[in-house]
């Protein structure tokens, strides 16, 4: 027995056997069975989980809950969407274009704030509450793509956890989109 641990054949068939074990392992825990499993990051979009109804940036039974309302700060009125949704409601991009998260802490508003624009801040949209992100960082995102969640801490800003603008170019900046608001929330835009 001692004569056959000498052979380099006995070795190579040692070391294919190895192989083809591990090529069998690492296929098994491939196979789209056992991917399935494996829940998506925030930023990917999900095949098969959530997706935005025809407002863009929630789910469809979500989209009819809105609430319009007007915020002044510094003097100047700001009309809103407003939501009151659970924790974990996905929050979705309406567009492709560069997602920007930053913290509140600034009266009246409290908690996050996520600003997504195509076009270098000529226009874009304004998401503001209790939200989490899978980061900080500013990233490129695609339509449809999950880009955070509605939080739990209870936070809420003029009574709502999730505050919604849209905005677009105007002459001396960005002005409120009353079209696409109209076109999105159809309900509460008349």
């Given at each position: ?18 192989i ?11 196979s ?5 499993n494996?829940?998506?990051k ?24 809105e ?32 997602l ?20 270098n ?6 998401i ?9 960082l ?33 002459p001396?900046?960005p ?12 309900k509460?835009?008349?």
């Amino acid at each position: 027995m001692g004569v056959l641990f000498k052979k380099p054949i006995f070795w190579i068939g040692i070391i294919i056997v190895l192989i083809i074990g591990l090529l069998i392992l690492v296929l098994q825990s491939t196979s789209p069975k056992n991917l399935k499993n494996i829940s998506p990051k925030i930023s990917e979009k999900s095949k098969s989980g959530p997706k935005p109804g025809t407002c863009l940036i929630l789910e469809q039974k979500f989209c009819s809950q809105e609430k319009r309302i007007t915020i002044e700060v510094q003097g100047l009125k700001h009309e809103y969407i407003a939501f009151n949704l659970p924790p974990g409601t996905p929050l979705f991009a309406r567009f492709d274009g560069l997602l920007d998260k930053t913290k509140e802490s600034d009266a009246p508003f409290s908690d996050f704030s996520a600003s997504l624009t195509f076009n270098n801040y000529k226009s874009f949209d304004i998401i503001r509450g209790d939200f989490s992100f899978d980061s900080m960082l500013q990233k490129n995102v695609k339509q449809g793509e999950i880009i955070g969640y509605v939080g739990d801490t209870g936070v809420k800003d003029f009574g709502y956890n999730v505050l919604y603008l849209i905005t677009t170019a105007g002459p001396n900046g960005p002005i409120i989109d009353e079209g696409k608001m109209k076109e999105l929330f159809p309900k509460v835009l008349k």
